[in-house]
């Protein structure tokens, strides 16, 4: 049973922005009470926690992409979404959302690549 839905990628050029979605079903619990992370996958590597928004909105981001990305939520409409800027060719990959704290199934993703 897919939780989350991911939206918003696509082919970007090098130094260029996206803003990925993610939405919680309404039957998916009480949304605002979770911390939300963004993930991301390349071919032939593991998942990564790239940025985490905790339910009172403090932020966590990892190195690569800290000053890049920026996350937030909107609890009104279930939503988190990853604001991209800067795009690097490793920033290509897979993204998911999902609770760090409690994992649920994941989602589809949205495919992000960057071209030279």
């Known amino acids: 049973q897919v939780f989350f839905e991911e939206s918003g990628g696509g082919l970007v050029q090098h130094g260029g922005s996206l803003r990925l979605s993610c939405v919680a079903p309404t039957t998916g619990g009480i949304f605002k009470f979770y911390g939300i992370g963004w993930y991301r996958q390349a071919p032939g590597n593991q998942r990564e926690l790239i940025a985490r928004?905790?339910?009172?909105?403090?932020?966590h981001y990892t190195d690569s992409v800290k000053g890049r990305f920026t996350i937030s939520r909107d609890d009104d409409r279930n939503t988190v979404y990853l604001q991209m800027t800067d795009l690097k060719l490793e920033d290509t990959a897979l993204y998911h959302c999902?609770?760090?704290?409690?994992?649920?199934?994941w989602g589809r993703g949205t495919q992000v690549t960057v071209s030279p």
């Open positions: 999902n609770r760090p704290s409690s994992v649920v199934p």
């Open positions: 928004i905790h339910s009172d909105g403090e932020t």
